[in-house]
């Protein structure tokens, strides 16, 4: 067996947490394999919204086992109330939730070096959600890091110990030695984390797959935030393409079989970041307001704009897709015509390549309208029964990304997900 990748194609929140649930039903495994806490996957259903930070979205369904993997930073804290908020749901995660020794933790230090450091950019901000995954990730590419595996480890005390005084003094060159931490309950959340069920992550994940378990490795953030492919310096920490999905688990490369790209019928970004197509009119207000877009994890509002086909094109062909998602297109009923971006104008010429810089003015985004549907898609579930504007707009995308557009999404339910085709051998 082979393991499929799921992950966004744009700069987040693309609604990856609602498909990995919808799709969980055909696997035995949902691996998370990189971000942390800075993630938030929305799921809802039976009339209840569920926002998840560090645990896969297959947590919810029964027979199926969820593994946070090493490429995944954890604080113990955030966890810790995640599980607890899913058992007085009747969840029984403990059973069902595995986590790798090798995956790196998030100490309250690191948040206040979160914090330093963003607030020393002053005007050059890069937007961080002031969760610590930065220095986190610094601290493991640095060889400081504190891991799973240390924290459950007879000395664990003294490492951690150590960790701390290097941070006081990072932060005492930002003037910003004395800030207090809640140092008390993160080493409360250390010791419940010892009661979880803790693994080699590596070895369990291959040999799953020998056993012909079938396993779909779960991304955070989007293929536009990679540290290495997207709009450096304005990006995450971690690798978020498929590729990630090797390091991130321990799976060789010739182990990744599907690829699911999830993006939405339009773009949105949050924080700080070049954005071409973004909107600063009443359009973008009316996709702000219509498709709630505020951040899962921060609450801050999204910036929205058209749908932006060479970054998608980017994205496909870095990451491998073999299957698009099309999110949130219930979201621009109503509008008098919608706009892709086709190509980029730039001091070069014309391109459809995603460029080394997109700031202003280094590309200008060239546009081609479409006719917008009307109706409300909430209710809809054949792909028959769309709107023929929707069918148009979805069938140019596939022709222009080369790929099938396999699932149209038209609400945040589960069950408000059109399938197109079947999307396992």
């Not at 929305?42 to 947590?59: A, D, M, Q, Y």
């Not at 690191?110 to 601290?139: F, N, R």
Request: with cysteine.
């Amino acid at each position: 067996m082979k393991v499929d990748v799921l992950l966004g194609m744009q700069w987040g929140d693309e609604g990856k947490g609602k498909i990995v649930d919808v799709l969980t039903p055909e696997y035995d495994i949902i691996a998370r394999f990189q971000g942390g806490p800075n993630a938030g996957h929305t799921l809802e259903f039976e009339g209840i919204k569920h926002v998840l930070h560090t645990i896969p979205s297959g947590i919810f369904r029964d027979g199926v086992m969820n593994v946070i993997g090493n490429g995944v930073v954890i604080d113990p804290l955030v966890l810790w109330k995640e599980v607890q908020a899913l058992e007085k749901l009747g969840v029984d995660v403990k059973s069902k939730l595995l986590i790798s020794k090798k995956a790196h933790l998030i100490l309250p230090t690191h948040k206040l070096l979160d914090k330093a450091s963003e607030e020393a950019k002053g005007g050059k901000k890069i937007g961080s959600t002031l969760k610590g995954i930065g220095p986190t990730y610094m601290d493991k590419t640095g060889r400081n890091g504190f891991r799973v595996g240390d924290a459950i480890a007879s000395d664990a005390l003294t490492r951690y110990r150590a960790l701390v005084e290097k941070h006081k003094h990072l932060l005492s060159l930002y003037g910003k030695e004395d800030e207090s931490f809640p140092e008390e309950d993160w080493l409360e959340a250390i010791e419940w984390l010892g009661t979880m069920q803790i693994i080699d992550s590596e070895h369990y994940l291959n040999k799953a797959m020998a056993a012909g378990k079938k396993i779909l490795a779960e991304g955070a953030q989007g293929a536009l935030l990679d540290i290495d492919f997207g709009t450096y310096p304005y990006v995450t920490s971690s690798n978020t393409v498929s590729a990630g999905a090797c390091t991130g688990l321990g799976v060789a490369p010739n182990r990744i079989g599907d690829v699911h790209g999830i993006f939405k019928a339009y773009c949105t970004r949050v924080g700080s970041g070049p954005f071409p197509t973004e909107l600063k009119d009443e359009i973008g207000e009316f996709i702000q307001t219509t498709g709630h877009e505020f951040g899962a994890t921060t609450g801050r509002p999204r910036r929205c704009g058209w749908l932006d086909l060479p970054a998608l094109k980017y994205s496909a062909m870095i990451n491998g897709v073999t299957h698009l998602h099309m999110m949130k297109a219930d979201v621009l009923s109503g509008l008098d015509e919608i706009k892709v971006c086709t190509h980029y104008q730039t001091a070069n010429g014309k391109t459809e390549d995603f460029p080394f810089n997109i700031e202003e003015p280094n590309v200008e985004p060239v546009y081609r309208s479409f006719a917008c549907w009307q109706e409300d898609l909430t209710g809809i579930t054949e792909y028959a029964e769309l709107p023929k504007a929707l069918q148009s707009y979805v069938e140019y995308i596939e022709n222009a990304t080369g790929l099938p557009v396999s699932i149209v999404s038209v609400g945040p339910d589960r069950q408000q997900t059109i399938a197109r085709q079947a999307l396992m051998a």
